[in-house]
C-alpha cells in the first residue's frame, strides 16, 4: 500500500508569507514606524535555558491530542499485538473514526511490523513515504511504532476534514469517503462528489470498514460504532496526554481584555534599551519570554484549549511540535516559524478572522519585522477588520505591555486555528 499512499499523500503546503514595503510618510510618521519595525526585529521571544522554562518543558513532556466527536472505541482484547491498543485507540480519537478502522489500515498496510519497508521506500508500521511522513511528523522516526501509529490517526483526521463537505452534500459515509481518500486521493472524491469509481480502491474501501469489526467490540456491519459502543466512541473534544484539565469547550476564548495570568505581576522581562538583554528570571512558564508576543499566544492556545489561570498548561514552547522541535519565535525561517509549526501538529489554519484564532506575521508582514508577530483574534468586524490583541505590539516603554488595535483582515499572513474549538 506505500505506493498507494503516496500518491494519496501530498506534499508540504505552500508558505504564503507576505511582504509589504516601506511605507512612504511624512517625517515624523517615518520616524515611529522606523522605531516599531527596529523593535519588532530584535523581539519575538525565543526561548532560553534553566529557570521556569525548564520546569515547563519537565510538566508538560507529553504531547496534547485533541480528539473529535465519533472517533475511538474499545478494541478486542488481544487483537492488537505489543500492547499498542490503546494507542490505536487515541489515534482513532484524534481522526475521527473507530478504532478498528485504524486497526484494520496498520494490518493491511505492515501486518503490524514496525520494521517494514517496501519495495518502493515507505517504512514503518503505517507505511508512510518519506516525503509524506516529513509532512505528517517532521523529523520524527517512521520505525518507531507509537509515533507510526499516532501518524496514521493524524493523517486520518486531515483526510476526514478534506471530505467533510463532500459527505454533507451526497450522504455518503464520511468515514469511507475518507479511506477512499486515503486510497486514491482527495481530489478523487471531490471529482466524483463520493467514492470514485475505481475498483482498487472500492475494494479497499470494502475491506477496511469489514475487517475493523474484527479488532473492535461493537462495531455495527460497515465498519460503524454502534449503540452499545456510542458513548465510548464518541467524545465531545477531549483532549488525552496534557495537564490542566480534559475538554476543548471552546467556551474559553477571549474575554476583550488582557487575561494573562500573569499579565500584571510584573516579572522580570527582556529589554532593548542597552541591546536585547533577558535578565534571570525572565523565562515564562509557556517556555517563552515573559510578556513577548509568543508568550500570548501559547496563553490564547491553552484558554482556546480550555485551561483556566492557575491550572497546568497543555502545551509549551517545547511540546507543541509533534517532531519534538520548540515552536520557537514567531518566525525563524521559510522551514521554522509558527505557521509550519501549526502544520507540524496538524491543525487548520486558514485566511479568516475567527474569535480566538492566533494571528500570525510571517518576516515583514504588515508592520513585523524579520522576526514576525503573533497576537490573537478579539472581535471579528463586519467592514472587513477585526480587532487583535496581545503583547509586545508598541514601541517602548510600552513594549511588553497588553495592546489592542484594529486589523484589516488581510494583513496577517496567516490565521491559525485550534481544533474542535470555536475559533475552528
Same mark, same amino acid.
Given at each position: 500500500m506505500g505506493s498507494v499512499k503516496s500518491a494519496?499523500?501530498?506534499?508540504?503546503?505552500?508558505?504564503?508569507?507576505? #511582504?509589504? $514595503?516601506?511605507?512612504?510618510?511624512?517625517?515624523?510618521?517615518?520616524?515611529? &514606524? =522606523?522605531?516599531? @519595525?527596529?523593535?519588532?526585529?530584535?523581539?519575538?521571544?525565543?526561548?532560553?535555558?534553566?529557570?521556569?522554562?525548564?520546569?515547563?518543558?519537565?510538566?508538560?513532556s507529553k504531547t496534547c491530542t485533541v480528539a473529535k466527536a465519533g472517533g475511538g472505541g474499545s478494541l478486542e482484547d488481544g487483537k492488537v499485538p505489543n500492547g499498542w491498543g490503546p494507542k490505536?485507540?487515541?489515534?482513532?480519537?484524534?481522526?475521527?473514526?473507530?478504532?478498528?478502522?485504524?486497526?484494520?489500515?496498520?494490518?493491511?498496510?505492515?501486518?503490524?511490523?514496525?520494521?517494514?519497508?517496501?519495495?518502493?521506500? #515507505?517504512? $514503518?508500521?503505517?507505511?508512510?513515504?518519506?516525503?509524506?511522513?516529513?509532512? &505528517? =511528523?517532521?523529523? @520524527?522516526?517512521?520505525?518507531?511504532?507509537?509515533?507510526?501509529?499516532?501518524?496514521?490517526?493524524?493523517?486520518?483526521?486531515?483526510?476526514?476534514?478534506?471530505?467533510?463537505?463532500?459527505?454533507?452534500?451526497?450522504?455518503?459515509?464520511?468515514?469511507?469517503?475518507?479511506?477512499?481518500?486515503?486510497?486514491?486521493?482527495?481530489?478523487?472524491?471531490?471529482?466524483?462528489?463520493?467514492?470514485?469509481?475505481?475498483g482498487e480502491t472500492q475494494d479497499y474501501v470494502k475491506k477496511i470498514t469489514s475487517n475493523a469489526g474484527t479488532f473492535q467490540k461493537n462495531l455495527d456491519e460497515g465498519g460503524k460504532n454502534s449503540e452499545a459502543d456510542k458513548k465510548d466512541a464518541e467524545p465531545s473534544a477531549e483532549t488525552s496526554g496534557c495537564g490542566g484539565g480534559d475538554k476543548a469547550s471552546g467556551e474559553s476564548h477571549s474575554t476583550g481584555k488582557?487575561?494573562?495570568?500573569?499579565?500584571?505581576?510584573?516579572?522580570?522581562?527582556?529589554?532593548?534599551?542597552?541591546g536585547y538583554t533577558c535578565p534571570d528570571g525572565s523565562e515564562s512558564v509557556t517556555g517563552m519570554f515573559n510578556y513577548e508576543c509568543t508568550d500570548w499566544g501559547l496563553w490564547v492556545i491553552n484558554r482556546n484549549l480550555g485551561v483556566k489561570a492557575g491550572?497546568?498548561?497543555?502545551?509549551?514552547?517545547?511540546?507543541?511540535?509533534?517532531?519534538?522541535?520548540?515552536?520557537?519565535?514567531?518566525?525563524?525561517?521559510?522551514?521554522?516559524?509558527?505557521?509550519?509549526?501549526?502544520?507540524?501538529?496538524?491543525?487548520?489554519?486558514?485566511?479568516?478572522?475567527?474569535?480566538?484564532?492566533?494571528?500570525?506575521?510571517?518576516?515583514?508582514?504588515?508592520?513585523?519585522g524579520a522576526m514576525g508577530h503573533i497576537a490573537s483574534v478579539q472581535k471579528v468586524n463586519d467592514d472587513g477588520t477585526f480587532i487583535e490583541e496581545g503583547y509586545n505590539g508598541n514601541p517602548p516603554p510600552d513594549d511588553h505591555k497588553y495592546y489592542t488595535r484594529t486589523v484589516q483582515n488581510t494583513e496577517p499572513t496567516k490565521f491559525l486555528y485550534t481544533p474542535d474549538a470555536k475559533d475552528k
Open positions: 494519496a499523500k501530498f506534499g508540504a503546503k505552500a508558505l504564503l508569507l507576505k #511582504a509589504f $514595503g516601506p511605507a512612504l510618510l511624512l517625517v515624523g510618521v517615518l520616524g515611529a &514606524v =522606523m522605531v516599531f @519595525a527596529l523593535f519588532m526585529v530584535i523581539t519575538g521571544g525565543t526561548i532560553s535555558g534553566g529557570g521556569q522554562a525548564k520546569k515547563a518543558q519537565e510538566a508538560a490505536v485507540e487515541d489515534a482513532a480519537k484524534e481522526a475521527g473514526t473507530p478504532s478498528g478502522i485504524i486497526a484494520a489500515q496498520i494490518q493491511q498496510e505492515s501486518q503490524w511490523n514496525p520494521n517494514a519497508t517496501s519495495p518502493v521506500g #515507505a517504512k $514503518g508500521l503505517t507505511q508512510f513515504m518519506p516525503d509524506t511522513w516529513k509532512n &505528517v =511528523m517532521g523529523n @520524527a522516526d517512521p520505525n518507531d511504532p507509537e509515533v507510526s501509529i499516532k501518524a496514521q490517526g493524524k493523517y486520518m483526521s486531515e483526510l476526514m476534514d478534506q471530505v467533510k463537505k463532500v459527505s454533507e452534500k451526497s450522504g455518503d459515509d464520511q468515514v469511507s469517503l475518507a479511506l477512499a481518500a486515503y486510497n486514491a486521493g482527495p481530489g478523487a472524491i471531490e471529482q466524483y462528489n463520493g467514492v470514485p469509481p475505481y488582557d487575561d494573562l495570568p500573569w499579565g500584571n505581576k510584573n516579572l522580570p522581562h527582556c529589554s532593548i534599551e542597552n491550572e497546568d498548561l497543555k502545551v509549551t514552547n517545547s511540546n507543541f511540535r509533534p517532531d519534538g522541535q520548540n515552536l520557537d519565535t514567531a518566525y525563524v525561517s521559510p522551514e521554522k516559524n509558527w505557521q509550519t509549526g501549526w502544520e507540524n501538529k496538524g491543525w487548520p489554519m486558514g485566511d479568516e478572522p475567527k474569535e480566538g484564532a492566533i494571528v500570525y506575521y510571517g518576516a515583514n508582514a504588515g508592520l513585523a
